[in-house]
Structures are given as C-alpha cells and as structure tokens.
C-alpha cells in the first residue's frame, strides 16, 4: 500500500493546484519512487488511497502503475481517515494476511526484500503485527530538525517505547510490513491514528519489530526541503547510491519536468506559482 492522501499542508501555494505525491523530484514524480520499489520486490497488488486532487492522482496512477501491476484506489474523497483509518479502509483491497506500506511523499531505497525477511522472522518468533524500517539518521538527507527516538531491544529485535525528540536517533521511516491483524480492531470507515490507537497498543503486547536501514532517505515536506531534494537524488545517482531500476529512470528523467518546474536561486516556480526560499540556493 502507498499512502497518498495526505493535505501536502507545508507545501503551498504548489499543493493548492497538485497533490503532494505528484510533486517531481529531478522531474519524476514523488510517488513513482515508491511504485517502481515495491515492483522491484515483485510486489503485484497495488492499493494507494487518495483525498487532495484524488482525480489528479487517480488519473496519474492508471497511466503510470508500473506493467503487470494490479492497482486499487481507496477512495478517501468525502473524509480523510488518519493515519490508521486508512489502512483499515484499505484491507478488503489488500490480498493476502501482510502487505508493504511506503509513504508516496518520502523517497526511500531501503531493501524490501531483506525487511520482507526480517518480518518473516520476527513473526514466526513472536507473533509480531508488524515490521517497522528504522532510520539511524546516518543516511537521512534533507530533514531539520527532530524526530521522536524509537526505543528497542536489541537482542529481542522489538520495538519498546518512544523517547523523546531528538536528531539523529532512530525514528520511523515510514515504511514498513504489516499484518492485517495490525488493523483489523478498528472500526471501518472511521478516521483514526496509527500511534496512539495501533502502535502504541501494539508494543505493549510486545508484537512490533524493527529492521534497521542505511539506505537513503528523502523527505520533500516543505519547500525547503524539496529544494534540497532535487540535490541530494541527484548526488545519490552520482555515486550510484540508486537501485538499478530508478537509476535508468533517473538518466531518462525530464529534470524541469516538461517545462511545468523551474528550481534557481532562492526560489522554486511551477507553473505560475513561484515561491521565495530565504537562505537556500537550488542547484
């Protein structure tokens, strides 16, 4: 599952005109990263939920969905469910007791392979509801500020609690493995939250596991970060930093995507929009 109905509330005026996952990063957008990971992982069965500009969005996936990818919408037009609504909303869509879960407005290259297997593990070991990628911070580029910790034990290879904000501590990344299970006490059709009503209840059961990653790790949720983006991909293709895939894509990618996306000096324009960044220069 891509998630793919947030607001995209830090980045307008852009937002007001384009859903979020559809904001391109070296010309490809957002959620084409995400898509084109989970196809490489032999994922089949795509389910994306949408709410801002869903037609947009909508109408983007069905001509980009990558080839013999099966794709299903939940459709969260009328009501936006939260964080953890969604994925209950999405589990008739979802074949299958587990599926992947990556956020269309984050470009992340962790291995889904190699969490794929450290859930299998965690699960025929203790029954864990899900897997969740920790960031350490040392391959996280683009994010001020800071995160809550996520706490561990490491020799249990479980999730324990939370600490407190900080930088460069291990925090959720956003992509993860889930059991259906995870989901499946919420109540259809209402919006909920993934921390408070699934997360937390689920590490004091001792049934959430981690998989640590030095993958890289993108974050695009505000203007200034999206600036940074467009370096920090094109940095990470240099230094082939990029799976084999996305790097083709990337040597083929429309960088002022059609003309439509401008990045100069202390500004970005798409459009008619234009967007004054103090302090940062684009590349």
């Given at each position: 599952?891509v998630?793919?109905?947030?607001?995209?509330t830090?980045?307008k005026?852009?937002?007001?005109r384009?859903?979020?996952?559809l904001?391109?990063?070296l010309?490809?957008?957002c959620?084409e990263f995400a898509?084109?990971?989970?196809?490489?992982?032999?994922?089949?069965?795509?389910v994306?939920n949408?709410?801002a500009?869903?037609d947009?969005?909508?109408?983007?996936?069905?001509?980009?969905?990558?080839p013999?990818?099966?794709?299903?919408i939940?459709?969260?037009?009328?009501?936006?469910?939260?964080?953890?609504?969604?994925?209950?909303?999405?589990?008739?869509?979802?074949p299958?007791?587990?599926?992947?879960?990556?956020?269309?407005?984050v470009?992340?290259?962790?291995?889904?392979d190699?969490?794929a297997?450290a859930?299998?593990?965690?699960?025929?070991?203790?029954?864990?509801?899900m897997?969740?990628?920790?960031?350490?911070?040392?391959?996280?580029?683009?994010?001020?500020?800071?995160?809550?910790?996520?706490?561990v034990?490491?020799?249990?290879?479980?999730?324990?609690?939370?600490?407190?904000?900080?930088?460069?501590?291990?925090?959720?990344?956003?992509?993860a493995v889930?059991?259906?299970?995870?989901?499946s006490?919420?109540?259809?059709?209402?919006?909920?939250?993934f921390v408070p009503?699934v997360?937390?209840?689920?590490?004091?059961?001792?049934k959430v596991?981690?998989?640590?990653?030095?993958?890289?790790?993108?974050?695009?949720?505000?203007?200034e970060?999206?600036?940074?983006a467009?370096?920090?991909?094109?940095?990470?293709?240099?230094s082939?930093r990029?799976?084999?895939a996305?790097?083709?894509?990337l040597?083929?990618?429309?960088?002022?995507c059609?003309?439509?996306f401008?990045?100069g000096?202390?500004?970005?324009?798409?459009?008619?929009?234009?967007?004054?960044?103090?302090?940062?220069?684009?590349s």
């Open positions: 599952m998630l793919g109905a947030g607001l995209g830090r980045l005026p852009f937002t007001d384009l859903p979020k996952p904001l391109p990063v010309g490809i957008p959620i898509l084109r990971s989970l196809a490489d992982a032999g994922v089949r069965d795509l994306v949408v709410h500009h869903a947009q969005l909508e109408t983007w996936l069905q001509g980009n969905v990558p013999g990818m099966r794709m299903a939940s459709d969260e037009r009328r009501l936006l469910l939260g964080s953890a609504g969604g994925f209950r909303q999405a589990l008739d869509l979802l299958g007791q587990r599926f992947f879960s990556m956020n269309a407005d470009i992340h290259f962790t291995s889904l190699a969490l297997c859930h299998d593990r965690a699960h025929q070991t203790h029954g864990v509801w897997t969740l990628v920790l960031n350490r911070g040392r391959a996280l580029k683009g994010v001020e500020g800071a995160y809550r910790e996520i706490l034990d490491e020799s249990s290879g479980l999730i324990t609690g939370f600490g407190e904000k900080k930088s460069r501590v291990p925090f959720y990344s956003g992509t889930f059991e259906k299970t995870a989901f006490a919420l109540n259809s059709g209402v919006p909920a939250e009503e997360l937390e209840p689920a590490i004091r059961l001792g596991a981690f998989l640590y990653a030095e993958d890289l790790w993108i974050d695009i949720g505000s203007p970060l999206w600036v940074k467009q370096e920090h991909l094109r940095q990470a293709a240099l082939d990029i799976p084999g996305l790097q083709t894509r040597r083929h990618a429309d960088p002022t059609g003309g439509r401008d990045l000096k202390n500004r970005i324009r798409m459009d008619d929009i234009e967007y004054e960044i103090a302090g940062i220069r684009g």
